[in-house]
């Protein structure tokens, strides 16, 4: 099991950036692919982005590709989304999330944080 921690969120201007850590304690974090994923008022938990263990694959989605970049720090159980260009529509509550390498849905999720764009 794993637990997940976000932190970095805020608000800022449109066009501006952040930087979203998440930080991992229990098993092995290398044991699992992270993803982050954001929900927004009336909306439904939407996919952003997911980097693979030792991070040779990452993957967007199209909302946020050429934006947003995913890493992570296995020395630090750490993962990241770098968020460039930010604008009002990325108004929403993130959060990480980790699959383990047996499964195939992500089963820990952190807490969330807010994040605000103003326009």
């Known amino acids: 099991q794993v637990q997940l921690v976000e932190s970095g969120g805020g608000l800022v201007q449109a066009g501006g950036s952040l930087r979203l850590s998440c930080a991992a304690s229990?098993?092995?974090?290398?044991?699992?692919?992270m993803g982050w994923f954001r929900q927004a008022p009336g909306k439904e938990r939407e996919f952003l982005s997911s980097?693979?263990?030792?991070?040779?694959?990452?993957d967007y989605a199209d909302s946020v590709k050429g934006r947003f970049t995913i890493s992570r720090d296995n020395a630090k159980s750490t993962v990241y989304l770098q968020m460039n260009s930010l604008e009002p529509e990325d108004t929403a509550v993130y959060y990480c999330?980790?699959?383990?390498?047996?499964?195939?849905?992500?089963?820990?999720w952190g807490q969330g944080t807010q994040v605000t764009i103003s326009s």
């Open positions: 999330a980790a699959r383990w390498i047996g499964d195939n849905l992500y089963k820990y």
């Open positions: 229990g098993r092995t974090f290398s044991s699992y692919t």
């Open positions: 980097i693979s263990r030792y991070a040779g694959t990452t």
